[in-house]
């Protein structure tokens, strides 16, 4: 309920500088002027994810002491109301010696309504912050930054909730089944019904922060003050440049493949049934984004748990044995599952076709040439699919691959194979490619 309204909320207010805040508890912690840090993870560097920690200290804690404070910009109160209702009508028969039918139907109805503001702090405000100089010498907590040289970010802007919400989310299932025998002349006996309803309350306190900006704070050592500054290409704690270092992978195919090659022979590992049996799983939870979830979930505290559904099937197969090849292989399936979470709702369902029709490697050649020679433009570049790469597909599966394609961000029109490349494509594409390459030598087994 949480994540969904927050992201509502944002794509509402507009900016696409605002990131939405995922929890009530983080939404708790975060405050104007407070400290992040940032955390990397995931096994990828061409898709890998980060998040941004709050530390429990402000940045006013680690600057000498002023008497001026910077002055805010308040656009509010505001009030947005976010409802969304969604309703299924099942109507189903089997025939088998007669007929079983089920009818009824799910319906959902979640919502809130916010009243909320927008707190930033202008460029000319934060030259007070900028002014001042750190404290001599530093606290213990900044010690241990330094030390592991992570990067600190400070939250400038925030949407603030000006009054206390509720959510909910309200949820039903109601079925009848019914059997028509022509053997045992019954007609519409009724075998059974199935009714749940659950009703779900979150109350959010005034003054939780939904989305919010942060700065990249830099350390001159110099002189001991701050700098507060969009670009990220400096470390907090070094005068390094991270473009330089990012520079050998970014622009490099040789090298996402590499990384791609080495998790498919991992899965090589796995004998042609238990790759069957991921396959087959990852199709029926492409459906599910939750059962994905919970299974990335499971893996990445290499839990001994139980899970239900497709994703439990996968764990207990490499619940089975501890050794090091179904360790890799574990990390391989992971590897799959981020590439995989990096791509859009719609795109899962286009994958789940991809996969049932048994398409998986034209698309994978298709990706692959788009990036390999597109990864050295950072600006727009004009550019045309291969006609022999698309002469397999026929006309519903070039849709879907094109659809995929869209999704990632390029522009595509089912009777052109023309479009543009751009920087921001980059990265979906890199996770495509990874998805497809990894689920195709599983279709083969």
Wanted: glycine residues 6%; contains cysteine; aromatic residues 8%.
């Amino acid at each position: 309920m949480f994540q969904r309204i927050s992201k509502s909320l944002v794509k509402e207010v507009g900016r696409n500088d605002l990131t939405p805040v995922e929890s009530p508890y983080r939404a708790t912690k975060l405050r104007q002027f407070a400290v992040l840090q940032k955390t990397k993870y995931g096994l990828s560097f061409f898709w890998e994810k980060y998040d941004y920690v709050p530390r429990n200290f402000f940045l006013s804690d680690i600057l000498e002491s002023s008497s001026s404070v910077p002055d805010n910009d308040v656009n509010g109160p505001l009030y947005f109301r976010d409802t969304m209702i969604q309703e299924y009508k099942a109507g189903t028969g089997v025939n088998v010696g007669g007929e079983l039918s089920v009818s009824g139907g799910h319906s959902a109805d979640q919502g809130g309504s916010l009243g909320y503001q927008i707190v930033t702090i202008s460029a000319p405000n934060l030259d007070v912050f900028q002014k001042r100089k750190r404290l001599h010498p530093e606290p213990e907590y900044l010690e241990q930054c330094r030390m592991k040289g992570d990067d600190l970010y400070v939250v400038t802007d925030i949407v603030e909730l000006t009054r206390d919400t509720v959510l909910y989310d309200y949820s039903s299932i109601d079925l009848i089944l019914k059997i028509s025998s022509w053997i045992t002349g019954v007609k519409g006996e009724v075998l059974g019904s199935i009714f749940r309803e659950n009703k779900k309350v979150l109350t959010l306190k005034k003054g939780m922060v939904m989305a919010y900006k942060a700065k990249q704070l830099i350390f001159e050592e110099e002189d001991r003050t701050i700098h507060i500054t969009d670009d990220y290409r400096r470390c907090t704690f070094q005068n390094v440049l991270i473009a330089e270092i990012c520079a050998v992978h970014s622009g490099d195919f040789k090298s996402l493949h590499g990384e791609v090659s080495r998790n498919i022979e991992a899965l090589a590992q796995l004998s042609r049934d238990v790759q069957g049996v991921v396959f087959s799983s990852i199709l029926v939870m492409l459906r599910g984004e939750e059962d994905l979830q919970n299974l990335m979930y499971m893996l990445e505290l290499d839990s001994s748990g139980h899970l239900d559904g497709p994703g439990g099937a996968i764990l207990k197969i490499l619940q089975r044995d501890s050794n090091h090849a179904w360790s890799k292989s574990k990390e391989a399936i992971l590897y799959l599952l981020e590439a995989i979470m990096v791509l859009s709702d719609i795109q899962h369902d286009l994958l789940a076709y991809s996969m049932e029709k048994r398409i998986l490697l034209q698309q994978q050649e298709l990706v692959r040439s788009i990036l390999e020679p597109n990864l050295i433009y950072r600006r727009s570049n004009p550019f045309t699919l291969k006609p022999e790469l698309l002469a397999p597909l026929q006309r519903e599966d070039l849709a879907i691959t094109y659809g995929l394609l869209e999704g990632c961000g390029l522009r595509m029109e089912l009777d052109s194979p023309k479009s543009t490349w751009n920087e921001a494509v980059m990265k979906p594409l890199f996770a495509l490619y990874g998805t497809l390459s990894l689920l195709q030598p599983l279709a083969e087994a």
